[in-house]
């Protein structure tokens, strides 16, 4: 029964990464990112949990299920969604928006430089807390006026864009270089994908594509042992980077499963017997933990408000340290099984500034390649992931657009 589980997990991932695959420009689309995540980051880790003899009983089973129910929620929101987010483009002025982004940048690449400066075994494989995070907080920055730039150079080719676009690049690529960031070198690649899908209309070969999921799905498990060598301070080259087992590792994580889904299952079982729902309170306290500088207000007001959820961790099992829950446990965590809904409505919300932004309109563009990383975390990391990046984006791209609008034309308004 289990693996017939597994095989309709797999048999849905496969569906949705085949209906992306044969449509053009399909691949940039959030249900086709929601399944590339969900079959390199989950579908490995679940046959060595299937019998997994410290699992509660059926409690692989129900998370499984679950985990269909998300993905299955996700794409649904996605095409039940037919209107843009607006009903007309809002004109931004090149020259003021690549000043934003001039401006984004060379803020966002002083913080970048500070966090490049930390001891590796503060920054690489470890809970990041304190002043460090204050530093990659600011340091987002450099990512979204890289962002601004490609989508300007996109457009039309110019020596500021192109030019605040690879000075960005240089410390994007030496972060991921140094800690071996996955999400960020994805990310990179992703962002100048979709600004030319967006304003050329030119999408990367799907054969590419495909390749490119295969191997992402092979390494993803190998990603540790890049981690230890630049933790211990060295440089990984060509041939450091070859003796790296891949193969070997995934063969690994393939026969002894996941730690992430099996502390989903765990917490899906936790809340299935105590019924200790937060009823979306997680999302209050991870933007509280994200948002709320300790530094400035103090640890004890940051702690006060915080919403205790009783029940909501269990003493006798220990996640192993650096992993994560998935989005599947907290959105099981907040609203039962109705916790898929919380994938339909990121589904959904995406699908709108998706029209918008193929419509033309370049502040929905910007967004969502901003967006597209962090609701693919929502599968492998919580869902407060996209949330998080959307008030973030608020609060540094949307000055920048505000600072960039033309005056709109009398009679045009924002859609509801």
């Avoid at 003899?53 to 929101?77: E, R």
């Avoid at 690649?189 to 600004?195: G, R």
């Avoid at 070969?205 to 390749?211: D, E, M, Q, Y």
């Avoid at 407060?384 to 008030?391: E, F, H, L, S």
């Amino acid at each position: 029964m289990t693996w017939m589980l597994v095989a309709i997990l797999a048999a849905l991932c496969l569906g949705l990464l085949v209906d992306g695959l044969v449509r053009r420009g399909g691949v940039y689309e959030f249900p086709f990112l929601a399944a590339a995540m969900s079959t390199a980051f989950v579908l490995p880790q679940l046959p060595g949990l299937v019998d997994g003899p410290f699992l509660p009983d059926g409690g692989f089973a129900a998370a499984v299920v679950f985990t269909v129910a998300c993905l299955g929620a996700a794409p649904l929101g996605w095409r039940l969604a037919r209107r843009p987010l607006l009903r007309q483009s809002v004109p931004l002025d090149e020259t003021r928006l690549l000043l934003a982004a001039a401006g984004l940048s060379a803020a966002g690449a002083g913080f970048y430089v500070a966090v490049g400066r930390l001891p590796p075994e503060e920054t690489v494989s470890v809970a990041i807390s304190g002043f460090p995070v204050v530093l990659l907080f600011f340091s987002k920055m450099l990512v979204y006026g890289f962002a601004i730039a490609v989508l300007c150079a996109a457009r039309r080719p110019s020596l500021p864009a192109l030019a605040i676009a690879l000075a960005d690049s240089a410390l994007y690529l030496d972060r991921v270089y140094v800690t071996g960031k996955r999400g960020e070198a994805f990310e990179f690649v992703l962002l100048i994908a979709l600004a030319v899908w967006f304003q050329r209309r030119r999408a990367l070969p799907r054969a590419a594509v495909a390749v490119a999921l295969v191997l992402g799905m092979t390494a993803l498990g190998s990603t540790e042992d890049y981690r230890k060598m630049t933790r211990r301070g060295e440089t990984p080259g060509i041939a450091e980077i070859a003796s790296i087992d891949f193969i070997g590792n995934f063969k690994t994580l393939l026969a002894d499963g996941g730690y992430e889904f099996q502390n989903a299952v765990m917490r899906i079982d936790l809340t299935s017997r105590n019924q200790a729902f937060d009823y979306g309170l997680f999302h209050w306290n991870e933007l509280v933990m994200t948002f709320v500088p300790s530094q400035l207000v103090g640890e004890a007001l940051k702690r006060s408000l915080i919403v205790n959820v009783s029940g909501a961790s269990d003493r006798f099992y220990e996640a192993k340290f650096g992993t994560t829950d998935t989005g599947m446990a907290d959105a099981f965590g907040s609203f039962w099984w109705f916790g898929a809904l919380k994938f339909f409505a990121v589904g959904w919300i995406m699908r709108r500034i998706y029209l918008s932004a193929m419509a033309g309109d370049a502040a929905s563009q910007l967004i969502y390649m901003l967006s597209a990383l962090p609701a693919m975390h929502i599968f492998s990391h919580h869902t407060n992931w996209i949330v998080a990046a959307w008030v973030q984006m608020a609060l540094f791209v949307g000055p920048a657009l505000v600072f960039a609008a033309r005056r709109r034309p009398r009679g045009a308004t924002a859609a509801a």
